[in-house]
């Protein structure tokens, strides 16, 4: 919706997919929290309305924007060509690569995609993890929803990877110390809040928001002085 609506509605919704550990997953309460999440609550308070958190299937959150189901994508989404064609995006506000994460104690090492030529992998319905796998011939894909599925197959030995973003892969392997990432994939990667084409005042004011999380208490007083 416009700025104006959002104010007027008094929310603002914003569209994720908890399965993506540390930037948004569902803590012990049932909450929905993390690092993007924690963005969206800047975003939301700047704007003087509450936060409402649509959780969503990854590849369905365009689709949302699109048809005004939300007012903003907060979910670790890559800023790709292809999204740019149909959403708008913020300035980038984290860098990303790919992993692929294997079982622990087992003598599969792969050190690049090529490696999993042959092989059974896992990814996340839509995912830029998902494009580069696809890509290469040969490699057995499945794609999941949720991340947390894609990884119950790779512990349940029904593929022998899964490929995903560099972060959120160490915040699996940590969690579960029965996998480790056997390789980083330097995808260049850079994330951006997803806006809907053409809402220039809500892309602004999301621009304004995240360079001024950007600024450390030293630039504020230059900008202030100088
Ligand atoms: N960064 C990846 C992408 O944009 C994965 C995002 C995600 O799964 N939440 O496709």
Redesign the pocket.
């Known amino acids: 919706a416009s700025l104006s609506k959002i104010k007027e509605r008094g929310i603002l919704i914003v569209g994720?997919?908890p399965?993506?550990p540390p930037?948004?997953f569902v803590d012990q309460n049932n909450n929905i929290v993390g690092f993007d999440i924690d963005i969206a609550k800047k975003v939301a308070s700047e704007l003087g309305v509450e936060l409402k958190i649509l959780n969503l299937p990854?590849d369905s959150l365009i689709p949302a924007i699109m048809s005004d189901k939300i007012d903003l994508i907060i979910?670790?989404?890559?800023i790709?060509n292809k999204?740019a064609k149909v959403i708008d995006f913020s300035i980038p506000y984290f860098n990303?690569n790919q992993s692929i994460v294997v079982r622990k104690g087992e003598n599969f090492s792969p050190k690049s995609l090529e490696d999993l030529k042959g092989k059974k992998v896992a990814v996340?319905l839509?995912?830029?993890?998902?494009?580069v796998v696809s890509k290469i011939k040969g490699i057995k894909v499945t794609r999941f929803q949720k991340?947390t599925d894609a990884f119950l197959e790779l512990q349940n030995k029904r593929v022998d990877a899964v490929v995903?973003?560099e972060a959120?892969a160490n915040a699996y392997v940590k969690k579960f110390q029965k996998f480790l990432i056997s390789s980083v994939i330097d995808t260049g990667?850079k994330?951006g809040i997803g806006v809907k084409k053409g809402n220039k005042e809500l892309l602004d004011f999301v621009n304004s928001v995240i360079s001024n999380m950007f600024k450390s208490p030293y630039d504020i007083l230059v900008e202030k002085w100088f």
Do not use: P
């Open positions: 994720t997919e399965t993506f930037f948004e990854f979910a670790g989404m890559t790709t999204r990303a996340q839509g995912t830029t993890g998902d494009l991340f995903l973003d959120v990667e994330y």
